[in-house]
């Protein structure tokens, strides 16, 4: 296993409603990076955060939101969530942001009806 | 077109077989390039990284050709437990930050 993990497992809201995702990074890892993974395609970088700042970002819209604590552990918020929201969550950590090697968490899955 | 672009199989191969996976990537200024799997509903584990001087690991060989942007994994001598979707993986050069840009996978089914 990597260290990296991210709760909750699942997850089902509805259209509109707001979501917070987490994940704690693998010890000694201070960057932690977000991806979508819709079914049937590759995980899409969503944003990166290093040293508690949003470092890098991909093509989501700003209601896509971040957060990272003093200990790198991680937050995704997602607000006036869609229909096509709904896809797995995976959070990677490594050791700093110019390190190519990342590590993904089990991942959240999120259903939005 | 897409950044990066797989045959998305499935291939479909008995065990003991030799395999083999292509990937083509859009970005020539890609300076970091790695195969993943991906199980079923799981997250995905880094397999190998990839070099232009190629390299093995196992039954796992993996090749980078810089001059056509593609990049390679053979899998020799099949097992049952190589069945999963194999993600290909560019970094480009981003300025300060490494975002991994994932083809949409080629799944492996190794029958008996």
């Known amino acids: 296993e990597t260290g990296v993990t991210q709760s909750p497992t699942h997850l089902i809201k509805t259209r509109g409603q707001q979501v917070t995702l987490r994940c704690s990074s693998q010890?000694?890892?201070?960057?932690v990076s977000w991806y979508q993974q819709a079914l049937g395609q590759g995980p899409q970088f969503i944003f990166q955060y290093y040293r508690e700042e949003e470092n890098g970002r991909g093509n989501f819209p700003p209601r896509f939101s971040g957060l990272q604590f003093p200990n790198y552990s991680s937050e995704l918020n997602v607000n006036a969530l869609e229909l096509d929201d709904s896809a797995l969550y995976l959070c990677?950590?490594?050791?700093?942001?110019?390190?190519?090697?990342?590590?993904f968490g089990p991942g959240t899955r999120l259903t939005v009806t | 077109r897409k950044e990066v672009e797989q045959d998305p199989g499935p291939f479909n191969v008995p065990e003991g077989a030799t395999v083999a996976f292509n990937c083509t990537y859009s970005?020539?200024?890609?300076?970091?390039f790695f195969w993943y799997r991906q199980d079923c509903r799981k997250e995905p584990k880094l397999l190998m990284s990839?070099?232009?001087s190629g390299n093995e690991d196992g039954r796992f060989t993996a090749q980078l050709n810089r001059a056509s942007q593609y990049i390679s994994l053979l899998i020799r001598d099949s097992k049952l437990s190589d069945s999963a979707t194999y993600l290909c993986?560019?970094?480009?050069?981003?300025?300060?930050?490494?975002?991994?840009?994932f083809g949409a996978g080629t799944r492996l089914a190794v029958h008996p």
């Open positions: 010890s000694g890892h201070n960057t």
């Open positions: 990677a950590s490594s050791l700093d942001p110019a390190n190519n090697e990342q590590y």
């Open positions: 993986v560019v970094i480009p050069f981003s300025g300060g930050y490494n975002k991994l840009i």
């Open positions: 970005n020539s200024a890609s300076q970091s």
């Open positions: 990839v070099y232009s």
